[in-house]
């Protein structure tokens, strides 16, 4: 069994690397937090709070906090990533050497161009030593921190570490369920984004109940035919990193993803969506890098495609509707028929 | 190639039926939609409208309507079932023999005890010389009627059945996918109702996101672990019948299933609830038929156990909380590593 008082850190000090920091700190697990803002880590050594990216939840008095990356590494066996993906790859480059024989549990979703490397690509690249895990799922950040029942994916083929990451972050309020298709649930996590922008687009259009578990299940189809082709095990989507982190992602209204593609529906540009609400949706950039890989691939991906004209071609929305849902009617499932392997009792 | 002009019969004039025949009829589809009561069905014919299951909606004049049933199967090679099923046996009985060599659909949800049968099962009992395929997935009649986009899925083993079905039935507004495994189709449309009612407890509880993309997730996997030591195929469960349907009736808050449960999760008792709103929700049934069959094939389904306990055993819905939430955290998707084949390129 792993002790759970084996020291912990977590790099990172936005909303979702304190949250994660704090639930293991309330449940007794030594924890380090790292950031790199001096001023923030004052903030949540002297008041508890983390008045950044965490306003209003009173952290754990057992966090530590510093802003020493070394040391918070050198402290801790098992070392969760919270960095964001622009400063991902800079991060690693610096501690590489470092994680040697330590356990990597990245939480950071992205593709890095070129390459269509997923963050724990990164860490292998980067830290080619450490043993490496990826934690997914339908997590807001938010909603965690305030003891909502919340349950998450821990992938790897070291079911050591699944287990080790069980242990510390299990608690009354979230269950982690673990896999070994770590590519799957990265994967997952890394796509949804551009399918967030849809359904905000059928919300703004006023499509009902019928349309958008339509557009949520041909997304998950989708998704899991590019993810498949890639080396995924199209299982995973049927998990809380594919289809349940995919419902979070389509239903919530706060979301950037969802506020653009409410925009779009709306009949505005791009570009005035952008203007309006400030900052570039991520699901915007995944919708670029995705279109040219299925393209490079030859996978059939009919809602990228049609997102991308519609963005990117300012195609009209009705044109754009009209041909998916003249399409070829296929297969429900497509894997359904390869992978069959009959009943499995019990 | 199917003949769209082929006749195709509708028996059953409730809204899914009414909807279903009006859609092909509107399409240029010679259909006749066969109905019990003959008050609705000359409304029908004089009025063009169903005001008793589908008020408000002008249907096509096309449409014929009969309260014959034998005139209505003798003139048609395709047959659609729309019958409730309470009444799905002793109406399938009286017309067995006149289906023989005919392509039989059935739009029926639920599960005849005992035996633990599903609608076609009763089809091939009662008429073993029909064709026999099941339509399901997330659609609510009145938005089909109302020409929301929507999406559906055909599942048999007879491909040409399959086909016969999307060529009648697939239209501007309505995508009809085909399956192979009726049986997991079928099972996911009668299960269903039981997670409505933890939905509806979880939206009375003011439950997060985070918790009701936990739950709906974990029903699935749930569903899905029934389903396949059933002899279902679990990819199945990814589709439109399985997610799909699962997560319009998990997030409508109209139907009944889901007002149980938003009953109990505000602390009124099944009685109570019942006795308000009039009527014993399917999903109520569903509940005690799978708590009996899981535990005699042994398919370990907390949701429904937890669900019974509350629901029959008046257990506080915090101490079965408190129970799931502590129970061994086991693997995201159990099938995942038994089913691995191994990247499918292309």
């Keep these: 069994m792993t002790d759970r008082k084996a020291p912990v850190c977590v790099l990172g000090g936005g909303s979702f690397g304190t949250t994660l920091a704090n639930l293991m700190a309330a449940e007794g697990v030594p924890v380090t937090l790292w ?21 209003g939840f009173r952290l754990d008095e057992r966090l530590q906090v510093t802003t020493d990356i070394e040391a918070a590494i050198a402290s801790a066996g098992l070392i969760f990533l919270a960095i964001p ?13 470092l994680l040697a024989g330590k356990q990597v549990v990245s939480t950071t979703k992205g593709i890095e161009q070129p390459g269509f490397l997923m963050m724990s690509q990164i860490v292998e690249q980067e830290a080619p030593a450490a043993r ?3 934690l997914s799922g339908p997590n807001l950040a938010k909603e965690m921190a305030a003891g909502e029942l919340t349950a998450t994916v821990v992938a790897s083929e070291d ?16 269950r982690v369920y ?3 298709d770590r590519y799957g649930v990265e994967l997952g996590g890394a796509l949804k984004n551009v399918y967030a922008i849809i359904a ?11 349309t958008k578990a339509m557009l949520i299940t041909r997304a998950l189809a989708e ?14 989507f049927l998990g809380l990193a594919g289809v349940g982190d995919l419902i979070v992602t389509c239903t919530s209204a706060q979301s950037r993803n969802f506020q653009v593609g409410y925009a779009l529906g709306k009949g505005e540009t791009l570009e005035e969506g952008v203007a309006r609400l400030g900052q570039v949706a991520e699901g915007v950039n995944t919708l670029k890098v995705l279109k040219q890989k299925s393209e490079e691939e030859g996978v059939y991906m009919p809602l990228v495609t049609g997102l991308h004209a519609i963005v990117f071609d300012k195609q009209p929305l009705p044109v754009v509707i009209g041909k998916l849902m003249s399409a070829e009617q296929k297969t429900d499932v497509e894997f359904a028929a390869v992978m069959s392997a009959g009943p499995i009792k019990s």
Tied chains: 1, 2.
């Design 35 to 55: 950031l790199r803002d001096a001023k923030v880590a004052r903030q949540i050594a002297d008041n508890h709070e983390n008045p950044r990216y965490l306003p």
């Design 85 to 97: 993906s622009s400063a991902f790859r800079s991060v690693l480059q610096s501690v590489g050497p």
């Design 132 to 134: 490496v895990a990826v």
């Design 159 to 174: 079911e050591q570490l699944c287990h080790a990451v069980q242990a510390v972050l299990g608690g009354p309020n979230l």
């Design 178 to 180: 673990a896999s070994q």
């Design 200 to 210: 905000g687009m059928a919300s703004a259009l006023g499509m009902g109940e019928n």
């Design 223 to 236: 998704m899991t035919r590019f993810a498949v082709h890639m080396g995924a095990n199209p299982l995973t």
